[in-house]
Nanobody, 127 residues
Framework: VQLQASGGGLVQAGGSLRVSCAVS????????IGWFRQVPGKEREFVAA???????LYYGRSVKGRVTISSNYGKNTVLEMISLRPEDTAVYYC??????????????????????WGQGTQVTVSS
């Protein structure tokens, strides 16, 4: 399984950006897709996740209201970000987590529970 993140770049504070995660290698029918971000010296921070069926969405506290996650059945997951702030600057990673059945049974915020990771894409927000 390969996850390819793309779409990062430089944006001014207050602007918007879309990052995408393309999945290849197999069908991730029972997998949730999550987005995390990381800055040097800090742990990966949960940003958003979407359940395997696309019906349950989860957002990190620091981004809630400013990001939207969507997916076309796991093949391509998009994270739309608005009202970006300098503190949103980070490398953004997408990841896949085996989470079949009842989507509400899982904790999507823990990076250690994800099975596959993409290589990350840099998002830089200038002030």
């Amino acid at each position: 399984v390969q996850l390819q993140a793309s779409g990062g770049g430089l944006v001014q504070a207050g602007g918007s950006l879309r990052v995408s995660c393309a999945v290849s290698g197999r069908t991730l029918r029972d997998y949730a897709i999550g987005w995390f971000r990381q800055v040097p010296g800090k742990e990966r921070e949960f940003v958003a996740a979407i359940s395997w069926d696309g019906r349950n969405l989860y957002y990190g506290r620091s981004v809630k209201g400013r990001v939207t996650i969507s997916s076309n059945y796991g093949k391509n997951t998009v994270l739309e970000m608005i009202s970006l702030r300098p503190e949103d600057t980070a490398v953004y990673y997408c990841a896949a987590k085996l989470a079949p059945g009842n989507p509400k049974s899982y904790d999507y915020t823990a990076a250690s529970t994800y099975n596959y990771w993409g290589q990350g894409t840099q998002v830089t927000v200038s002030s």
